[in-house]
């Protein structure tokens, strides 16, 4: 699928799945995601997709200098996130963690 034209492999099917039906655009999702991004994510917990460790964002090393943000699983070395900041964008890679639970608060 290519993301930004919206072309799928199935185009020219004939038929509409019942999902297509309810689906929207990435917009819908945008309530969500500021409930999600928001909070304070030290406390957030991170399980390496490495080992499986888990832990809080906050107890996890952390190696930064210019070029970005790296944090690591204490038990098995391995990235568990990146983030990376330019003029116009902040990038956040997370393949390193199978989940990352927040907690929503009260």
Known sequence: MNFA???SHESGSGRERPADARRVDGNAAGGLF???FV??????RAKCAGC???GMIGSLPVYAHGM???V???KCDRVVLR???TPQHVWLDATGATCIVISRGT
Do not use: N, Q
Not at 39 to 44: E, V
């Open 72 to 74: 690591r699983c204490p």
């Open 39 to 44: 909070p304070d994510l030290t406390t957030a």
């Open 83 to 85: 983030v990376a900041r």
């Open 5 to 7: 034209s919206g072309e």
């Open 34 to 36: 500021s409930e999600i």
């Open 68 to 70: 970005g943000t790296v």
């Open 52 to 54: 499986g460790a888990e």
